[in-house]
């Protein structure tokens, strides 16, 4: 029964609460007469002045529903852990290392099938595309395009059939392991091709099978958006589907396992994506410390001692797996022996180079260059972002015709991005000097003083320098003849094509080539690097969006190394080339070294990355001398680029309105003068952000929330209450209104049909007989759709009542500080025990108030607690 009169302004995702624009309107409200009906306690059993029937009309799905991360700790709990432990077996083996293994192991799978394939994919484009050359630029593009176009218009059909796997997913898993869980993105307009035309699939929301049909389909996406030709990459994705393997496997405790039975909790779930997450990154890179570093740093909100050790162990299982394959196969084709593992990282650099104390000022440089290029791709992206949400809403305000137009232009964009994307790198190939490298190498002169040369074969660190790879691409070029030197490396005097070296094969190929060291001459034209540079950037910025699977990370890797490329050689045009085993003191100053210098400062600009972006960097290149240049680089940008913006991740999820909660809580103050609470946000707060020390818990609260009584429930006072009201929990109390616990609506759903079903069936004995085990009230599903909710109303029309204890149930452990508590030390323990809500107790441990999610988001605390200065003059 409800103990206080609730208002008529309400919220819906979290906690019964009432929602006001400010703090005066919400007391100024209890002083006038409620608008709805008054439920008044009387020992214990529910009185009401009205019997207004509430209206069965099922309430909107609340966009993203928070979760508590650990499980309640309530007495049917305590009871089934009991139990759990009187099972031998279970109790001397933690099976949680069993489920982490698979799950390392099919990440692994995963990975190495997503680069076999796309390998696959590409190798035959690429193959066409090189026989076509000699036809001329328009069979380049048909060949090119006959292989992109069906490729990325399939991509993109899956994910209007399936919206949930649209995008890399980085933000979505940083939204659930922070405590948020969106409501199915499924539009009625897909749902209803979805119901048309494919039948056969079973679409909905949270269920393990729908998260196997997301894996599915951002599997394919990603492969055939990568392999099409756009500016993409799969290692965003492979990060989403490792969270989803977590989830998924981490449903086993689903099954009528013993042993597995305990992981029935939302903590252990949660790990369990956690440690799917990392594990992805370690498939995609090759970098199991970088994937436990980036989970911990930028994805998971909760953390602890045993989820490192648990996490390690699923990034080595899943690292070891895909090298395991991928050094095995390659596009499905055996080039090595099973069982032997590769020498080379993902982008293996060929030596290292002695790092000098000047190597820091360019290091410098770069970062403040990758702090500010971040920031401006990033406010590029949100803007198309935006100009995309407008145009969809026209569309969809144009009725049926606008439909179509809305799925027209979801398959039409990707597609027209290719074209133009293919179209614009076939003029750079063919249109920017030079088309050709000199064709200068000859058999009679020693090909270590010829740069022109290509080198391929055993190759003698810092002796052939300058130098020019193999791999390399002739396109148009001269072809040459090879022969070789001293039996250790092969040399061949082609000419070769440098914007088709970048532009004509995969980007983990061309950055192999930027991060290439002693190919001074091999990329030196600016006016190639240069224009590949803007064009490459801006269809990367364009290309990352939901309609696709696909991620930035090879993206931003290239287009730092590319302005990394060009910064080193203006080095090398104003100080020269130097060979390491002549003068190893400049030997530093090298366009590869600073091409990987580059590529990280562009990734920490647009992700703020710094500890794992430093070890992904090193496990990815094999570049230890470079650390410390490295760090600076990163460090650097993240500096810079706060300046201007937050994080590319953090800047989606504020575009999808995901309630996310910061690490540190940030609060403007800016064109403010005067906080809600007397305090002068000038002075003593000199900064533009507020201090959130200096205000107390009480200043941002819901006040007067709804509460339950412990013992004094009736079926027909819950049933009425589910009806009115849209809360999505509810604190507890005593009959002398003392605090003391609390319980969510899925809960009191559950218990409710529970009792209903059970008055029904004839069983009206005592709570303790008819008291539900811990598996029914969390594991079961109670879909409150039409059907129920007649159900509730229907209780409302029966003559006799049942009494409902909820003592058994009620989280004892539910957190609740006392009013005057520090603001910013409640948002710590909000976000750092991964709470659904938190309740304000007054000094006699009544309720008086609740803090939910979205309640301290940075814009909700400035809105609670500042007060522009013009409204408040």
């Not at 089934?80 to 933690?94: G, H, M, N, R, Y």
């Not at 042993?259 to 909790?265: A, D, G, L």
């Not at 990394?564 to 003191?585: K, T």
């Not at 129920?788 to 500080?817: C, T």
Request: net charge negative; hydrophobic share 45%.
């Amino acid at each position: 029964m409800m103990a206080e009169v609730e208002e008529t302004s309400i919220e819906m995702d979290t906690i019964g609460e009432i929602s006001n624009e400010t703090s005066d309107a919400k007391e100024t409200n209890m002083n006038e007469p409620p608008e709805v009906e008054v439920v008044i306690p009387s020992e214990g059993n529910a009185q009401t002045k009205t019997e207004v029937k509430p209206d069965s009309a099922p309430f909107p799905k609340p966009k993203y529903e928070s979760f508590d991360y650990f499980p309640p700790w309530s007495d049917v709990y305590k009871e089934w852990i009991i139990e759990l432990t009187q099972t031998v077996a279970c109790s001397a083996i933690d099976w949680r290392w069993f489920i982490l293994g698979m799950m390392g192991f099919v990440i692994g799978i995963i990975g190495a099938l997503v680069h076999q394939f796309i390998h696959l994919i590409s190798h035959h484009k690429w193959e066409a595309t090189e026989e076509a050359v000699e036809h001329g630029p328009g069979a380049v593009l048909g060949a090119n395009l006959t292989y992109g176009l069906p490729c990325v218009f399939v991509a993109a059909l899956l994910i209007a059939l399936w919206p949930e796997a649209g995008g890399s997913g980085i933000p979505e898993m940083m939204g659930v392991l922070n405590g948020s869980i969106g409501a199915s993105v499924v539009t009625p307009r897909s749902r209803f091709l979805q119901e048309k035309y494919f039948k056969y699939f079973d679409y909905g929301s949270f269920k393990p099978r729908n998260v196997a049909q997301t894996l599915v389909t951002k599997f394919w996406s990603c492969v055939l958006a990568v392999a099409s030709g756009l500016p993409v990459g799969p290692e965003g994705p492979m990060v989403h589907m490792g969270g989803l393997i977590g989830a998924g496997l981490g449903s086993i405790s689903r099954l009528n396992i013993p042993c597995f039975k305990r992981f029935r909790n939302n903590q252990d779930r949660q790990n369990f994506v956690s440690a799917g997450v990392a594990a992805g990154v370690a498939s995609a890179f090759g970098a199991p410390i970088g994937g436990l570093l980036f989970s911990m740093e930028e994805v998971s909100s909760v953390w602890s001692v045993s989820l490192t050790w648990q996490t390690f162990f699923c990034c080595m299982i899943a690292s070891f797996t895909t090298n395991l394959f991928n050094s095995w196969l390659d596009g499905f084709h055996v080039h090595g022996s099973f069982g032997l593992f590769s020498l080379e990282t993902k982008f293996q650099v060929d030596y290292n180079l002695q790092t000098h104390l000047l190597t820091f000022i360019p290091a410098i440089a770069l970062g403040i260059i990758g702090g500010v290029l971040g920031s401006i791709f990033i406010i590029c992206n949100t803007v198309t972002r935006r100009l995309r949400k407008g145009l969809l809403a026209w569309f969809d305000s144009c009725g049926s015709f606008g439909s179509f137009l809305h799925y027209f232009w979801h398959l039409f964009e990707p597609c027209a991005t290719l074209v133009a994307f293919v179209v614009l790198s076939g003029v750079i190939a063919y249109l920017v000097p030079p088309y050709c490298s000199p064709h200068e190498c000859s058999a009679d002169n020693p090909p270590y003083n010829r740069s022109e040369c290509l080198i391929g074969g055993q190759v003698i660190p810092g002796f052939l320098v300058p130098r020019t790879e193999h791999e390399v691409q002739r396109f148009t070029c001269h072809e040459g003849v090879s022969w070789k030197v001293d039996g250790l490396y092969t040399v061949n005097n082609q000419s070769f094509n440098q914007a088709a070296t970048l532009l004509f094969g995969s980007g983990s190929e061309a950055i192999r080539r930027l991060f290439s060291k002693g190919t001074h001459n091999q990329l030196n034209s600016f006016g190639i690097l240069c224009s590949i540079l803007a064009v490459y950037a801006a269809f990367a910025c364009f290309a990352a969006n939901r309609w696709l699977s696909c991620g930035l990370v090879v993206p931003m890797l290239f287009i730092g190394g590319l302005y990394g490329r060009i910064i080193g050689q203006l080095m090398v045009l104003g100080f020269g080339i130097h060979v390491p085993a002549e003068e190893p003191m400049w030997a530093w100053i090298d366009p590869g070294a600073m091409a990987v210098i580059g590529a990280a400062s562009f990734f920490a600009g647009v992700s703020r990355l710094t500890a794992s972006l430093t070890v992904i960097m090193l496990e990815i290149t094999n570049d230890i001398s470079f650390l410390l240049p490295i760090m600076v680089a990163i460090m650097t940008s993240k500096w810079v680029g706060d300046i201007f913006t937050h994080s590319l991740y953090h800047n989606i999820l504020h575009f999808k309105e995901v309630p996310f909660l910061d690490a540190e809580p940030s609060v403007n103050s800016e064109k403010k003068e005067v906080s809600k609470n007397g305090w002068d946000c000038q002075n003593p707060c000199k900064s533009s952000e507020l201090i959130l020390d200096l205000y107390t818990i009480s200043d941002v609260m819901i006040k007067n929330p709804v509460t339950l009584y412990e013992k004094g429930e009736t079926t027909k006072s819950l049933s009425r209450l589910l009806l009115e009201k849209p809360f999505r929990g509810f604190p507890v109390v005593n009959a002398e209104g003392i605090f003391q616990g609390s319980i969510s609506r899925p809960e009191l759903l559950v218990i409710v049909n529970f009792k209903i079903s059970a008055k029904k069936n004839g069983n009206t004995n005592g709570d303790q007989d008819s008291k539900l085990r811990y598996e029914k009230v969390h594991m079961a599903e109670v879909i409150e759709n039409q059907k129920f909710r007649d159900k509730l109303a229907a209780a409302l029309d029966e003559k006799e009542d049942a009494r409902i204890d909820l003592g058994p149930y009620v989280n004892r452990s539910s957190m609740a500080l006392p009013e005057g508590f520090s603001l910013y030390r409640a948002y710590v323990i909000y976000r750092t025990l991964g709470l659904r809500h938190l309740t304000v107790l007054n000094g006699k441990n009544e309720v008086v108030g609740f803090v939910k999610r979205t309640t301290l988001t940075s814009h909700a605390l400035e809105e609670s607690l500042v007060v522009d200065s013009e409204v408040d003059g």
